[in-house]
């Protein structure tokens, strides 16, 4: 897309955002969280060997329907260095979605990522997804047309948190990537890849701290990039 388009689409992203703020019971609420990871891993895959730090920022329109259920539209970013094609670049992400609660306790979400790499632009993709979120479990369903400009693929993700009390919290995530292009039409499971990672986390003042425990089967084959490794350590600060 021509840099003025992304623009334009900016630009009205942002001011249905203000209207939508400044007509009817609606509450909008930005935040964002600065992370130091000890490595940068996703979907079983390291996606930086070196110690990384993180930008994520995130803007909440939240509404009431007719019903009185909650509802909102959201958008938001989320910068990262990486190490792939034997080079240090950086990952751009964009994301937006909807999300609606449907009774006390079920919510359901929709949306649409854009993520960008800085020095290897083939590796671009876009993904949709559909989500349900029930209490601290989350089952999300991920579609790419070019996965890592590639081909169609599908990822299953799966998640759970547990508080061991006001301090410590439990995680843990479960992902399942399937190609469903060429190769998957085959029926070949050698491509499918599948990581699991349990993530013990505790707040500390302003700060979360946190170590992850992971283990990834067939990782996905990204250039110049190394399966996830087993302890990654971090810390965290919102504002």
């Known amino acids: 897309m021509p840099s003025f388009q992304r623009q334009d689409s900016f630009r009205l992203a942002l001011s249905a955002c203000l209207l939508l703020c400044g007509a009817g019971p609606a509450w909008c609420q930005t935040s964002a969280n600065l992370s130091l990871l000890s490595a940068y891993t996703a979907r079983g895959v390291t996606m930086d060997p070196q110690p990384v730090a993180q930008l994520r920022v995130e803007h909440d329109i939240a509404t009431r329907c007719d019903a009185g259920c909650e509802a909102g539209w959201y958008i938001g970013a989320f910068a990262s260095p990486v190490r792939l094609d034997n080079r240090r670049q950086a990952q751009l992400i964009a994301y937006g979605g909807y999300s609606q609660r449907v009774g006390a306790t079920m919510t359901w979400d929709a949306g649409l990522t854009h993520s960008r790499f800085t020095g290897s632009s083939r590796l671009d993709y876009n993904e949709f997804h559909v989500g349900l979120m029930r209490g601290r479990s989350s089952a999300r369903l991920l579609y790419s047309p070019a996965y890592y400009g ?48 349990l993530t013990l986390a505790a707040k500390v003042g302003d700060y979360r701290l946190q170590a992850g425990f992971q283990k990834a089967w067939h990782p996905y084959r990204l250039p110049g990039a190394n399966p996830a490794r087993t302890l990654t350590v971090g810390a965290s600060l919102p504002f």
């Open 150 to 197: 590639e081909e169609r693929s599908l990822y299953l993700d799966l998640g759970h948190a547990y508080p061991l009390d006001e301090r410590w919290t439990v995680a843990l995530h479960a992902g399942l990537l399937r190609p469903i292009g060429a190769k998957g039409a085959k029926g070949d499971t050698e491509y499918d890849s599948a990581d699991l990672r």
